[in-house]
């Protein structure tokens, strides 16, 4: 891989399948940058313990979501596709950020007040309630932390990830200013279509992995029929007429799935639509899905019973981002007033 290369980095939870909102407004563009640039792709399992978890359902999920990477067109010979907890430096570097972040910041975080709102009013357990721990205050941290331990230019990611692009820009911004010129500011990359896929049940909110109610998420790996269902049941209004508009989230949502998996404008979709009513465009949105998934989850099947090669392939990307992350993180110790180890 060619050093002159931008880089790019980003990353997904590993706690539970992945969505096609994480599809749509991720995945399938990643796939689209790997020529471009040299990629690092993260499965952040240092993330997904700041909400409630099992061990075995974090480990097995890890594997799941670098075959669900694979599987989605994410080519390990051409990027590095690793795992957070296998590279030292991330926590670190976390550390030190940590140490130069108001509390304030964080506490105003959206992210961080909605997974709080939920876990003291929407847990189905009393006793979950209130329980909220520091991990999730500081975990924009550790993000930012994921970004410029590699000095990525670029962060492709959905829209809900914008204010934490923002935090790790200013935190880059102000090691630099205090320490001297060390990160570079990363931009964000946010593709236009799919950058926001919002629950099928509830339109206002993001569609997301760990929602509750399961008939609000799609995942990559759902059967067909489970898919059909799930669409077919989406909340929409009470009106017929097929439009893109703000008036009705629910169907606008579902023309934006349409325009993100088969790459026409949302335009062409209501046009073609015209005169038919929502059952017809959740029915073809269906078919759509089902279709686009299938070579997925096919692909998907063949390399959960390859384990090894799985694990080759994060053996060789955590070597590659290691390397990397080491230089910089020998570099930012240095800077930051760290006293050299003696070799
Ligand atoms: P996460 O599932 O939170 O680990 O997210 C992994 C990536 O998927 C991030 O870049 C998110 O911004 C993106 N993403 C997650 N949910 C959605 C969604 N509903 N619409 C668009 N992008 C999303
Ligand atoms: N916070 C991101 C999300 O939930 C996941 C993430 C962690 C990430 N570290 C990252 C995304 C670094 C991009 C870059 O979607």
């Not at 790997?34 to 690092?40: H, M, N, Q, S, T």
């Not at 000095?151 to 204010?163: E, L, R």
């Not at 790790?168 to 205090?178: H, M, P, T, V």
């Amino acid at each position: 891989m060619s050093d002159q290369k931008p880089v790019i980095l980003t990353c997904a939870q590993p706690t539970g399948g992945l969505t096609i909102g994480n599809y749509l407004g991720a995945i399938k563009n990643w796939a689209t940058m790997i020529d471009a640039y040299e990629c690092y792709f993260g499965i952040v399992d240092l993330h997904a313990i700041t909400i409630d978890y099992t061990p075995a359902e974090l480990r097995k999920n890890s594997l799941s979501c670098v075959a669900q990477y694979i599987a989605c067109g994410l080519d390990p010979k051409k990027s590095n596709i690793f795992i957070q907890s296998h590279v030292t430096g991330h926590t670190e570097l976390a550390w030190i950020l940590a140490c130069m972040t108001p509390l304030g910041e964080l506490q105003r975080m959206t992210q961080f007040k909605d997974k709080t709102k939920q876990l003291n009013h929407e847990s189905e357990d009393p006793t979950k309630r209130g329980s909220i721990n520091s991990g999730l205050l500081i975990y924009p941290v550790l993000m930012a932390a994921d970004i410029l331990l590699y000095n990525a230019d670029a962060v492709p990611v959905g829209a809900d990830q914008k204010q934490h692009l923002e935090l790790c820009r200013n935190l880059a911004q102000r090691f630099n200013q205090r320490f001297s010129e060390t990160f570079t500011i990363p931009e964000p990359y946010l593709s236009e279509q799919g950058k926001r896929i919002m629950s099928l049940q509830d339109p206002s909110k993001k569609m997301s992995k760990s929602d509750q109610n399961q008939n609000a998420t799609v995942f990559l790996l759902d059967d067909p029929k489970i898919i059909r269902k799930k669409i077919m049941g989406a909340v929409t209004d009470s009106s017929r007429t097929i439009e893109h508009s703000d008036d009705k989230p629910g169907l606008t949502n579902l023309i934006n799935i349409y325009a993100a998996f088969s790459g026409e404008s949302s335009e062409t979709i209501v046009g073609r639509f015209q005169g038919k009513g929502y059952g017809d465009l959740k029915s073809e949105l269906s078919d759509l899905i089902i279709s686009k998934l299938e070579p997925v989850q096919k692909r998907y099947n063949e390399l959960m019973v390859e384990p090894k090669y799985l694990e080759s392939v994060l053996k060789e990307g955590a070597e590659v981002a290691q390397k990397r992350a080491f230089k910089m993180l020998r570099k930012i110790y240095k800077k930051s007033g760290f006293q050299a180890r003696i070799q």
